[in-house]
C-alpha cells in the first residue's frame, strides 16, 4: 500500500486495511515515516517504508532507484492512494504489477462518507471486489469495530484536543477551556494533548484553566496513542486526532464546523458528531468560507458537555 496522506487521510483507511490483511495475510506500507510507525504499532500493517527517504522519493522523477524495484517487486498487487497517474505509471513500470490507484478522497460536492468511498472504487478492481461488497454495508457499524484501549483505561480521564490541520476547522480554545472545568465539576480528569504545531497553546491553557488540568506536549504518534489507550473519552475537532481516537474505541465526541461530518465522520466503536442545524452548508472545501463561523457559534461547551456525558452513559448500557 502506498499513501502520502496526513494522518487522518490514512488513519481512514485503517478499518479497510485491518479487512484486507485477513484475507491477504500481509500488507505493508510506503507513506510518512511517523505513520507508519503508528500503523505498525497498532499491527495494522506488518512493515513500513518511509515515503520521505531519499530513494523512495525518486519514484517521483524519471531515474526510480533499483533498490525501490527490488523492494516493489516482492509484492503482487500495490494498492495505490493517490490521484497522480504519473506517480501510478512510475510504480507499474517499476514493477511490472499491477497497480490498484485510488483517490483517497472524494469530491466536494460528494455525499459518501469516506470509508464507502474508497470501498466503492476497491469493487473495481478484481482482487478486492467481493471483500470490499461485503464490507460497503457495515464497516462504519459499531460492532466492527473492537475496543483496543488497555484493559485497564481510566474511566474517568478525558482526553481534550483543541487543534486540528487548519485553524478554520478549531472549536474556540476558550471553548475546550470552559469543557474541561465542566468535565471536572462532574467528576471527570480532563487532560489536554498538543501535537508540535499546537504546543504554543500551552501557555494560554495554563493561564486560562482553573482547574490546571494536565497538558502533554506530544511530540509522536506512539506517545499520543499510549495516552488515547488510557482515556475513558474523548473530545475533539474534525482532525487525524480524531479518527484516531475512534478507532482505537475511545468513545469520542468530535466537534465539527465547516468541514462535513457526512464525509468525514471519523469511523470506530463509539463515535458522535456535533454540529448545530443550520441553513448553509458545509464549505471548508470550497471558496465560500464565512468570516464568521456561525457553525461553531451555535455549538456550547455546555452542548457538548451534555454530549458528552450522553454519550459516555450509551457506550456503558451498551458495554
Same mark, same amino acid.
Given at each position: 500500500?502506498?499513501?502520502?496522506?496526513?494522518?487522518?487521510?490514512?488513519?481512514?483507511? @485503517?478499518?479497510?486495511?485491518?479487512?484486507? #490483511?485477513?484475507?491477504?495475510?500481509?500488507?505493508?506500507?510506503?507513506?510518512?515515516? #511517523?505513520?507508519? /510507525?503508528?500503523?505498525?504499532?497498532?499491527?495494522?500493517?506488518?512493515?513500513?517504508?518511509?515515503? /520521505?527517504?531519499?530513494?523512495?522519493?525518486?519514484?517521483?522523477?524519471?531515474?526510480?532507484?533499483?533498490?525501490?524495484?527490488?523492494?516493489?517487486?516482492?509484492? /503482487?498487487?500495490?494498492?495505490?492512494?493517490?490521484?497522480?497517474?504519473?506517480?501510478?505509471?512510475?510504480?507499474? $513500470?517499476?514493477?511490472?504489477?499491477? *497497480?490498484?490507484?485510488?483517490?483517497?478522497?472524494?469530491?466536494?460536492?460528494?455525499?459518501?462518507?469516506?470509508?464507502?468511498?474508497?470501498?466503492?472504487?476497491?469493487?473495481?478492481?478484481?482482487?478486492?471486489?467481493?471483500?470490499?461488497?461485503?464490507?460497503?454495508?457495515?464497516?462504519?457499524?459499531?460492532? $466492527?469495530?473492537?475496543?483496543?484501549?488497555?484493559?485497564?483505561?481510566?474511566?474517568?480521564?478525558?482526553?481534550?484536543?483543541?487543534?486540528?490541520?487548519?485553524? +478554520?476547522?478549531?472549536?474556540?480554545?476558550?471553548?475546550?477551556?470552559?469543557?474541561?472545568?465542566?468535565? $471536572?465539576?462532574?467528576?471527570?480528569?480532563?487532560?489536554?494533548?498538543?501535537?508540535?504545531?499546537?504546543?504554543?497553546?500551552?501557555?494560554?491553557?495554563?493561564?486560562?484553566?482553573?482547574?490546571?488540568?494536565?497538558? @502533554?506536549?506530544?511530540?509522536?504518534?506512539?506517545?499520543?496513542?499510549?495516552?488515547?489507550?488510557?482515556?475513558?473519552?474523548?473530545?475533539? $475537532?474534525?482532525?487525524? *486526532?480524531?479518527?484516531?481516537?475512534?478507532?482505537?474505541?475511545?468513545? =469520542?465526541? %468530535?466537534?465539527?464546523?465547516?468541514?462535513?461530518?457526512?464525509?468525514? +465522520?471519523?469511523?470506530?466503536?463509539? %463515535?458522535?458528531?456535533?454540529?448545530?442545524?443550520?441553513?448553509?452548508?458545509?464549505? @471548508? /472545501?470550497?471558496?465560500?468560507?464565512?468570516?464568521?463561523?456561525?457553525? @461553531?457559534?451555535? =455549538?456550547?461547551?455546555?452542548? %457538548?458537555?451534555?454530549?458528552?456525558?450522553?454519550?459516555?452513559?450509551?457506550?456503558?448500557? =451498551?458495554?
Amino acid at each position: 500500500m502506498v499513501h502520502h496522506g496526513a494522518l487522518g487521510d490514512v488513519v481512514a483507511t @485503517f478499518s479497510i486495511i485491518a479487512r484486507l #490483511k485477513k484475507i491477504y495475510g500481509q500488507i505493508d506500507i510506503l507513506c510518512q515515516n #511517523k505513520l507508519g /510507525e503508528l500503523a505498525q504499532s497498532l499491527q495494522v500493517v506488518d512493515t513500513y517504508f518511509p515515503l /520521505e527517504s531519499a530513494i523512495f522519493s525518486s519514484l517521483f522523477t524519471d531515474n526510480v532507484d533499483p533498490m525501490v524495484k527490488s523492494i516493489l517487486c516482492l509484492y /503482487e498487487i500495490v494498492l495505490l492512494f493517490s490521484n497522480s497517474v504519473q506517480l501510478e505509471s512510475a510504480i507499474g $513500470n517499476t514493477t511490472g504489477k499491477p *497497480v490498484c490507484r485510488i483517490s483517497p478522497r472524494p469530491g466536494i460536492k460528494s455525499d459518501i462518507h469516506i470509508t464507502d468511498y474508497i470501498l466503492s472504487q476497491l469493487a473495481s478492481y478484481r482482487p478486492f471486489g467481493s471483500m470490499a461488497a461485503r464490507t460497503s454495508h457495515s464497516a462504519m457499524l459499531p460492532h $466492527n469495530h473492537p475496543d483496543r484501549r488497555d484493559p485497564h483505561y481510566d474511566s474517568l480521564k478525558v482526553v481534550l484536543h483543541p487543534g486540528a490541520g487548519s485553524i +478554520k476547522k478549531c472549536w474556540p480554545v476558550s471553548n475546550f477551556i470552559n469543557l474541561a472545568s465542566l468535565l $471536572n465539576l462532574k467528576g471527570k480528569q480532563a487532560v489536554f494533548v498538543l501535537g508540535p504545531a499546537e504546543h504554543d497553546m500551552a501557555e494560554a491553557l495554563k493561564r486560562q484553566d482553573k482547574h490546571k488540568s494536565n497538558i @502533554f506536549k506530544i511530540d509522536n504518534l506512539i506517545q499520543l496513542t499510549s495516552i488515547l489507550k488510557t482515556a475513558g473519552g474523548f473530545v475533539g $475537532n474534525d482532525s487525524g *486526532v480524531s479518527h484516531l481516537a475512534a478507532f482505537l474505541g475511545v468513545p =469520542t465526541v %468530535v466537534v465539527f464546523g465547516p468541514s462535513d461530518p457526512v464525509i468525514w +465522520k471519523p469511523t470506530g466503536r463509539s %463515535v458522535c458528531i456535533i454540529r448545530p442545524d443550520l441553513d448553509c452548508q458545509p464549505c @471548508f /472545501e470550497t471558496n465560500n468560507r464565512c468570516k464568521e463561523l456561525e457553525c @461553531f457559534d451555535g =455549538t456550547t461547551p455546555k452542548m %457538548v458537555l451534555d454530549a458528552f456525558m450522553g454519550h459516555i452513559d450509551s457506550d456503558h448500557a =451498551t458495554n
